[in-house]
């Protein structure tokens, strides 16, 4: 019931996202994201579909779940609030990735946006900081002729495979920089795999990229600092929130977070 009722305070928050920018995409890219939430744990994989919306000035990276969800509660935006309240919001799509990832191709750094809990965070990154290491090795990957590139970013070692054949030198999550789309992108140990499952040339507006309220600006590490005292303090934050948890759901909710323990940037 706690979970249910949280959602439906974030559904609500949600509502108020202003749509400040509208972007015309030309180009998606649906990646299949396999993951081990659990570094102890080989069983724990999952997957998600994550989308990658271009044009030829920027890209947009998030989760499909997202995108979905933003479509929503744009078309029912100007519902009346009792049309919204019978809303069964626990069939909603759900994403375990919140962040939102902006390549502008004139600006040297990358925006992402993310999420801890209930507040929105903006901060900036570096491109220059993936430095690649393109080798001869070639592997024709879902049709398409891909050659292999590596390096390391977050933590981990990366082995990409590139296409040509697709002449936008972009890629899922952070990833982008070499001669071509990238195809598909695994760190060594097959913790977080990228590879890309369908290509759509259709136009389509995407406007939902900024939250328009509680938006915090901040840099990378000060982010990750908050992220990092949150998922240790978890109880102690929510209540902060005004929100309380009963006694027999606390230990279930530490258990939950302490398995979500292998991060994509570690």
């Known amino acids: 019931m706690f979970y249910k009722f949280m959602f439906f305070i974030i559904f609500l928050t949600s509502l108020s996202i202003q749509t400040q920018n509208k972007y015309v995409i ?4 649906t990646y299949r994201l396999t993951y081990q939430s659990d570094s102890t744990d080989v069983y724990a994989k999952q997957s998600e579909d994550m989308l990658l919306l271009t044009n030829d000035e920027v890209s947009i990276f998030l989760s499909e779940n997202t995108y979905l969800k933003d479509s929503i509660l744009l078309d029912i935006k100007n519902k009346p609030a009792a049309e919204i309240g019978m809303l069964d ?33 903006e901060y900036k990154e570096q491109k220059n900081g993936m430095k690649w290491s393109i080798t001869t090795d070639t592997l024709s990957i879902n049709g398409l002729k891909c ?17 040509n054949e697709i002449p936008i030198s972009d890629g899922p999550y952070k990833f982008s920089g070499l001669p071509g789309l990238i195809v598909k992108i695994s760190d060594l140990k097959n913790h977080y795999v990228f590879e890309l499952i369908a290509k759509s040339d259709m136009n389509l507006i995407y406007s939902n990229l900024k939250p328009g309220k509680d938006l915090f600006i901040t840099t990378k590490p000060i982010y990750f600092e908050k992220l990092k005292d949150y998922k240790k303090n978890i109880i102690e934050r929510i209540a902060q929130s005004g929100f309380t ?22």
């Open 89 to 121: 919001i626990s069939r909603f799509p759900k994403t375990q990735f919140h962040f939102k990832i902006l390549k502008e191709k004139k600006e040297d750094s990358i925006t992402v946006y993310d999420k801890i809990y209930t507040d929105n965070f």
């Open 147 to 163: 050659q292999k590139a590596t390096t390391y970013y977050g933590g981990r070692n990366y082995e990409a495979w590139f296409s």
């Open 26 to 29: 030309q180009h998606t890219f």
């Open 245 to 266: 948890i009963k006694d027999d759901y606390k230990e279930g909710v530490k258990q939950k977070l302490k398995k979500r323990n292998n991060p994509i940037e570690l």
